[in-house]
């Protein structure tokens, strides 16, 4: 019989079987010409093959490369890792056939190859016959790297500049010549008929204030702002364009909807919020490591190398890792039995379990003592530690003390301070039998909770390790047993095991801290690692080894020029203190400095998540142009579609540019594009992130010819050349003839892309005492170095070209690895304080509120902008399951069009846990409603083990609009729409609203201002 529920599912499933079918077409082509149709492999070992691009004779070792084919060594921009990786270009279709690794990279390979070996040697070194070792040393480039350089051909690539034809977002374009281009966004005028648009050559006025009694904000010149995806290594000339020559102050990257909550956590950790540093485990030297929120290999950055080093280290080494996720990945490792393990968290409560193991430290008395009470270099160095951290100085805690919450100093207690007070010369003060005194060479007491006299009275002050102390025991070990889900005893057995193993055991997070909670939930679990002291020493926590910075370096400067100019003014993403506003001075003077009109966050770096919010609220000021480069905050900002349809309203926002190789969601809504290079036709210098104890700058050249068309000057039209058509239609200082000083001061040319990069290039091979060596002719020969040589020898120096040529024919510069640890201890030591308290973050108020936030790691419950709890808001009665997005190790936010990865995962349904479904009657396959306050979706349900009770998760990268998803006009001709790229469900069309801001805003987390996609509210039900 059939019933209305096994109708929807049969129409369901020949939904998701046709999905599967196109999904898989190609494939399914493929297998019925194969072997099957009765065609012959054309070899018996290797059947159809790619030619091999060289043959090593097994006797001799000689290297015989195909005439056919170019090898060459590059960088993956599949995702942000960034990989240095070694591709396979077919010479006459200018096509890049296969993606591996880099030998030379720590990127893709571990241990990678010293760097002086030759461009031969390296291709030796991964073979099996020679000098080789074969697989010892092949070097991998992971599937999705493998995938993406399919969008170098994808056919929905924008080839030629692009202007809107009728609405902003109506799909509808036509092309236009480069030329038309710079004029049309250069002088403006009535462009869409619509009436006059400003030009950037107007809205560069650098003397009038963007907005009237607010000087502040700096001038109308900050009204072009630009949004940024991530620094793929072009970001230094954007830079330069936007800031130094049009003197902007606003750009801001993607983070704050990645993994900023992460990276701000780590920020509060190591005192510097807006750098946010960050630091990884020693993987192949750690004991245990519990990672939170990412798993080994699934995500995260350097995931590739994260998840090689685990592998390793789970079958050669010592590891033994847990998992804390709400959903089972790739984190467990059958084979390798109770060495990875998994352990179930409540989403967006990492905080919890964070203030629990911390709690459980103090009270076994299991904290690194020796560290934690050096309060200074002198005492660390004197102690043989490699840093320290401000455990034992003084905080000031007495309520209504005008330096509530920053640490008492030497000039607080009338001490003479060279310098002025509070600055770098004014000591910090620790607690002793004769009452305060500066921080010397010697260890000094952990905990203390008292008076001081100081020269205004007696006050109050604790160490920050007794505040702290105090913080973890606020909430008892089985109530935060309650709010993180995990088992007291679990609990208790990760502390033990986190504390069981000296320095040698770590905790590592990333983007799985995004929810209301997620700033404090990532302060909370570094804190665990601070307690274990185990920052710069092998198998505990490192920092990046840094590079060599392409910028400024011995050959040229491209970090400053004549004529440049300083950018004034407070940025549109508010990430600054409120204190600092005119509305502030007002209010104060009318006798209420507090609330704000709307949230300040001075603890977080830029904030894409708030930009679009300012935008078209016009607070704390509008914008009169807009570049999206490369990145799509349309689609990546949980509950942004309920401030962005604003954004189509030219009145809102008059000029919108996009520079992109794609109509992606935020394109989609712009008035030109601008066409750009795709993976292996750009330029650039990039570092990693984390997780390379050693130097590293990994280059990347266009080793094919890219696809965009020329300009009128024959140079393909891309970033590069609109920001340099631009800048010279507007006459900016820092471009044209002369722009880049050599190390005499003598200016050279930036006329076009090679002049920057080749430039940075030199820099990069000449930073040092021992510049790298000059490549050779073979060198230039096999890594097909020779495509660019013409260009080099005509920008550079002959003392320098050579020595930009190595950069290029090795993939970048790599220090050798032997330069990871000096015995112990890190060569690259981070040596500044580690932060048990941070008084920037205990002593500022919330702009919304007028309240204070606590100044070191606290389990706590997310609030919206007013300080209410989100769960009085939408109460569990109602809202019992809690929504989560995870993301796989193929399919990321744009990298749909590398069809072969739908052709892995065509779609990503929405995955319930077994008792979750039976409480709701869902069945595999069925479909489900899923709603938040912030909307709703429907889709097929995955019943499944591994995932956390209530909890229901989403993989990230599908659910598209943009990429094709939908048809596009281009000049009367319709580029269809394919379903395939459209297919399954995105969360963030679900994300929230915060409804108590008084101007529309999406839900963020309120310390760092980043966006929440962990924990949403939810219910859900068969449909
Ligand atoms: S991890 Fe994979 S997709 Fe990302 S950069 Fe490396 S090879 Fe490319």
């Known amino acids: 019989m059939s019933t209305r529920r096994n109708i929807l599912k049969g129409a369901a499933a020949a939904g998701a079987l046709g999905t599967f079918g196109a999904g898989y077409a190609e494939t399914l082509k493929k297998l019925a010409k194969g072997k099957w149709s009765g065609e012959v492999p054309k070899a018996a070992l290797t059947g159809n093959s790619l030619t091999p691009e060289y043959v090593i004779d097994p006797d001799t070792g000689d290297l015989a490369m195909n005439p056919d084919i170019a090898m060459s060594y590059t960088m993956c921009i599949g995702c942000t890792t960034m990989c240095g990786v070694r591709v396979k270009v077919d010479k006459a279709q200018n096509k890049v056939l296969r993606v591996t690794g880099n030998p030379y990279s720590p990127m893709s390979t571990d241990p990678f190859i010293p760097y002086d070996s030759s461009v031969k040697d390296s291709f030796l070194a991964m073979a099996q016959t020679g000098k080789g070792e074969g697989l010892t040393n092949r070097s991998t480039a992971c599937g999705r790297g493998n995938a993406v350089l399919q969008q170098v051909d994808n056919p929905r690539r924008v080839l030629k500049p692009l202007k809107r034809v009728g609405p902003r977002g109506s799909g509808k374009w036509q092309t236009i010549s480069f030329e038309q281009l710079v004029e049309e966004v250069v002088e403006g005028g009535d462009l869409f008929g619509e009436g006059p648009v400003a030009g950037l050559r107007e809205i560069r006025d650098l003397d009038t204030p963007i907005k009237a009694g607010a000087p502040e904000f700096g001038p109308r010149a900050n009204g072009l702002v630009v949004m940024n995806c991530v620094d793929d290594g072009r970001d230094n000339l954007l830079l330069r364009w936007l800031k130094q020559s049009y003197g902007s102050t606003n750009f801001v990257r993607h983070g704050a909807y990645c993994g900023g909550a992460y990276r701000s956590g780590s920020g509060a950790m190591f005192g510097d919020v807006k750098g946010m540093p960050h630091a990884k485990p020693d993987f192949l030297e750690a004991e245990f490591v519990m990672f939170v929120g990412t798993a080994p290999g699934n995500a995260g950055n350097p995931f590739k190398r994260v998840g090689n080093l685990i592998a390793k280290a789970r079958s050669d080494g010592k590891l033994d890792y847990v998992v804390v996720d709400p959903v089972l990945n790739n984190a467990q490792n059958g084979p390798s039995g109770e060495r990875s393990r998994w352990v179930p968290i409540k989403p967006g409560t990492d905080g919890a379990l964070a203030m629990a193991i911390i709690g459980w430290m103090f009270d076994h008395d299991r904290i690194n003592h020796a560290y934690l009470a050096q309060p200074g270099a002198a005492a660390a160095e004197a102690a043989g530690e490699v840093n320290w951290t401000n455990a034992t100085h003084l905080v000031i805690v007495e309520e209504g003390h005008p330096r509530y919450g920053r640490f008492l100093r030497g000039s607080d207690i009338g001490l003479a301070v060279e310098g002025d007070a509070y600055s770098d010369a004014d000591p910090f003060l620790i607690a002793s039998a004769a009452g305060p005194v500066p921080a010397g060479a010697e260890a000094a007491p952990l905990f203390f909770d008292g008076m001081v006299e100081t020269a205004k009275g007696p006050v109050a002050v604790k160490t920050s390790l007794t505040l702290l102390r105090e913080a973890a025991a606020s909430r008892t070990l089985a109530e935060y047993s309650e709010a993180c889900g995990i088992p007291v005893a679990t609990i208790e057995g990760l502390a033990s095991e986190l504390t069981s193993h000296g320095r040698k055991a770590a905790v590592n997070s990333h983007g799985g801290m995004m929810s209301g909670s997620g700033f404090y939930n990532t302060y909370a679990l570094m804190m665990i690692n601070t307690l274990i002291g185990n920052l710069n020493w092998k198998g505990g926590t490192m920092i990046a080894g840094g590079w060599f910075p392409d910028n400024k370096g011995p050959a040229y400067d491209l970090a400053e020029f004549p004529g440049m100019v300083t950018p004034k003014g407070l940025p549109i993403g508010r990430n600054v203190p409120y204190e600092k506003t005119s509305e502030f001075k007002a209010k104060k003077e009318a006798g209420k400095a507090y609330p704000a009109d709307g949230p300040w966050y001075p603890q977080a770096p830029g904030l894409a998540t708030e930009w679009i919010s300012s935008m078209v609220n016009h607070y704390p000021y509008g914008a009169e142009a807009l570049i999206f480069r490369n990145t799509n905050p349309v689609y990546g900002v949980p509950g942004i579609s309920h401030v962005v349809d604003k954004l189509k309203d030219p009145k809102v926002v008059p000029l919108i540019i996009s520079i992109d190789p794609f109509i992606n969601e935020s394109s989609a809504i712009s008035d030109y594009i601008v066409p750009d290079s795709v993976m292996y036709e750009t330029w650039g210098f990039t570092k990693p992130w984390g997780g390379v104890a050693t130097k590293a700058t990994t280059a990347r050249w266009p080793v094919i010819e890219p696809k965009m068309e020329k300009n009128a000057e024959g140079q393909r039209v891309g970033l590069e050349t609109f920001l340099i058509g631009t800048a010279k239609q507007m006459g900016l200082p820092g471009f044209g003839d ?71 024919a090795k993939g970048g510069r790599y220090e050798n690895i032997e330069r990871s640890y000096q015995g112990d201890k890190a060569t690259y030591a981070f040596g500044a304080a580690m932060q048990v308290w941070n008084e920037g973050l205990g002593s500022f108020r919330r702009a919304t509120t007028g309240k204070r936030m606590s100044g070191a790691p606290i389990w706590f419950e997310a609030e919206f902008a007013d300080g209410s709890k989100v769960a009085d808001h939408y109460p569990a009665a109602d809202w019992p399951v809690k929504v989560m997005s995870f993301k796989s190790p193929l399919q990321n936010s744009y990298s749909v069009g590398a069809k072969a990865l739908l052709r892995i995962v065509a779609s990503n349904p929405v995955v319930v846990g077994r008792a979750l479904a039976e409480a709701h009657g869902i069945a595999n396959g069925d479909m489900v409603r899923l709603t938040t306050p912030g909307g709703s979706l429907e889709s097929v349900a995955v019943v499944r083990d591994g995932i956390a009770p209530d909890t229901v998760a989403i993989e990230h990268g599908y659910g598209h609009k943009g990429f094709g998803a939908q048809d596009i006009t281009i000049d009367d001709d319709v580029w269809p729409a394919d379903p395939r790229l459209a297919s399954g469900v995105l969360l963030n069309d679900m994300g929230m609203v915060d409804p108590t801001r008084a101007m529309t805003g999406v839900w963020v987390d309120p310390v760092s201002g980043t966006a929440v996609r962990q924990g949403l509210p939810a219910r859900i039900e068969r449909i």
């Open 738 to 808: 002369q722009a880049i000083p050599d190390a005499d001061g003598t200016l050279h040319p930036l006329n076009r892309a090679e002049d920057w990069y080749l430039r940075g290039a030199a820099n990069v091979a000449m930073i040092g005492k021992t510049p790298v060596p000059e490549a050779t002719d073979e060198d230039l020969a096999l890594s097909n170095v020779a495509r660019i040589r013409a260009d080099l020898e005509a920008v550079l120096k002959p003392e320098e070209w050579r020595r930009a040529a190595t950069i290029y």
